[in-house]
């Protein structure tokens, strides 16, 4: 790991390893819902931005890291503006409380880590 | 209670009640959450419609039927399709998995009541 | 069930029933759980009436009703007075967020019933 | 619903015709998740007893119900043993604690039912 | 960070590096948030002390190891005795179940380093 | 820490030390827990391999990375082949939701571990 990475460069790093794994494990069953985790984020009656934003605000009030960066880099990608990150991150916290304030300092984070540095592999 | 109330009648009713026995014994800081509670889903960035998905979303995946049901209710009153309805269940049963679906099972059921009957208090 | 009776009286006489089922099949092990689920709340360094709130407020951020029922009624017997048990909440709900609030509006229905009939067997 | 009905033929009731709304509305992405939940439990390197004993103890430690009453009735028909259930919910409660034991409690009333009137639909 | 620094001196810089992040992007809802989150520990009908036990035995039994550490050094500030501290976590290990024995050996060892080098910045 | 230690070996050094902190502080019913806590899990009427797949899989879907390495050792310990590991992996995810994905990165990655490298202390 270089120091200078940002967390959203580590965890793609590390994701991909560690996805690699489990799909040489991994049975039909697996796949499938692999598959089917992709599909349900995809642009539909719901714009792909508003999915993501569904996909942050789910992962922050059952409190997953992991998920929560995962769908932050997802929201930057589709345009959400920090205006609009701040106010699904303040939906999370009134129905999930303070028990996800750890979770939403990271999230501010890496959030601002993506206004600093842009996206993985684009720059900013 | 009347056999031909929908689920959403009776809901209300007795939240109505309920919250007026918690009012009652209310210090401040609880007083202060309730109203924090309902202005986290005024328009903002974000359309009063988008917040509603968080909220229906995020009670899901956290499966409180009362919670679900309260913002099924308020995802009709903003004019959330069903198909848009139905693809944010689709994203809380992917994160949520299938512990979720008794709850979507309540929530279709819920919404399907609304479809036929319309708005508590307004009709269709 | 007797349309009179209050949430109190019914959780005892069917929580009585059902372990009685519990306890005719229950192994060593889970007749250990049950000793050891008694033990944790008498006094000790911590006063009962402390230990109960705790377990009252564990309760709460978890959403049990017939948990948080079963505290609330211990809470009541141990001389809990209705600002304690307000700020208790308070509190569940700042942890546990507005996911928390139908289980509050059921307790606090539930703590009036205590004010207003006593202790179940107990009267006023 | 008639009075003499055990939780198992209610909840199967019920079930279905939710089911019929849920399937009603499904898109794509929501079949695909009931088919794959389906799919997950069948024989394989792992038999489905074993595969209905792992869905009745991630659900008990879920704390969900009709997810509990589901397996419950599914292990019954897999032929597990009394004594097999019940070192089943003696582990969802060391690894979930004193917060399961109302679930327990339905649980194993459940059971008892299913002991005295056999699957439903099949009888004793 | 030095390496001869206590859990309880990390936590608390980096908790005020990253709170310093969040607040710079606050709105007025997430900001109202933060300070009712800590008024509700203050003293009132119930002593800090016990406010911060219930503080804690929430956060160990939702198993949020920063939420647990915070309320640890705050449970040590308010003078809080090992042996109530040890009754406090055995509730939330009934409660709550094994699942919270990896964040308990952690709030443990918390613990013993605020025995040994006293709060931090106060020293012992 | 050795660089080269597997996550099994880290995991049962860091655990060690940390219950011996527990066991210090502990009083009679915390112990009366940990002893129970291993009971459970022993042969009885479902053989202890059954009993570590259903420690793996709860722990799977309450999401604890700690209890899940546990059961990972122990099943691998049992006799769990990789084919019956993938399928207890995949009811959990059926189960728990896309949620439980990073935990079951990590699940792969240190069965990976254990298939190369052998338990700890026993070499392959």
Redesign the interface.
Known sequence: MKKEDTAAIRFQRE?DE??N??L???????K??YS??S???RD???PAK??E???F???????????ILYHTIRCFEEGV??????????????????????H???A??N??ELLDHGLPGKGK
């Open positions: 994701r560690l996805n794994i489990v040489k494990h991994a049975g039909k069953n697996l499938r819902f089917l985790d599909a349900v984020y539909g009656a719901l508003t999915k934003l569904l996909g605000s789910t992962s922050l009030v059952l409190r997953c890291d992991d998920c503006t920090t205006e609009e990150f701040e106010e699904a991150v303040t939906i999370g916290l009134a129905v999930g409380g303070s028990i996800t304030i750890p939403i300092r990271r501010m984070k959030w601002q």
